[in-house]
């Protein structure tokens, strides 16, 4: 066992001291396998008797950079609001997923071609469309955005402006993520 895993098991050890309240018994066992770990990092006589080699390590890489999915997810909502407003389908297509699934605030149920297309011939109309708050909660290759927004918009003719709160599933696909399924809530007031 080399001076890493040394290092992997002491952080094991503190970690489940302070978080799991790990039982007596495991506690030793993690303690003795630290020590085992600890005593393989220091060399030994060499077979003919003469000073032990000089020890050495591997170099330290660093791990790579996690993506910031908060930041990542939070601007994709703000470019697929920038989308709707600017009527910009090459945007829509490449955030929504094909197997999109979207209910919106009067409960009727769209896909991403329909999303598409009442943007494109004109059956939703947004003249403005503002974000005032974006939370992420991420989990792996999945995250959940949950935004509010104020639009000035109109659908079919009807004014349906007003204060929205909307559910977002974001999927890593690929390495890119993209909206799979957005539910839509009115309320009459902001925050």
């Not at 989308?83 to 991403?112: C, M, W």
């Not at 989990?139 to 709160?165: C, I, L, M, N, T």
Request: negative net charge; proline residues 5%.
């Amino acid at each position: 066992m080399d001076c890493a895993a040394l290092t992997v098991l002491d952080n094991a050890r503190s970690f489940f001291r302070r978080e799991m309240k790990m039982p007596r018994q495991l506690m030793i066992l993690v303690v003795l396998a630290a020590a085992f770990a600890a005593a393989s990092c220091t060399p030994g006589p060499s077979p003919d008797g003469s000073a032990p080699a000089p020890a050495t390590t591997a170099p330290v890489v660093a791990p790579p950079v996690a993506e910031d999915v908060e930041a990542t997810i939070s601007q994709l909502e703000r470019d697929w609001v920038g989308a709707i407003v600017k009527k910009d389908a090459a945007t829509l297509d490449r955030l929504l997923a094909q197997e999109f699934n979207g209910t919106s605030p009067t409960a009727h149920v769209y896909s991403k071609a329909m999303a598409i297309d009442d943007l494109t011939r004109g059956t939703y109309v947004v003249e403005s469309m503002n974000l005032d708050e974006i939370s992420v909660n991420s989990y792996g290759d999945v995250a959940v955005a949950f935004a509010s927004q104020e639009e000035k918009s109109r659908y079919a003719g009807q004014d349906v402006s007003g204060h929205y709160h909307y559910t977002d599933v974001w999927v890593r696909k690929d390495g890119r993520w993209q909206a799979v399924a957005s539910h839509g809530t009115r309320y009459d007031k902001g925050h």
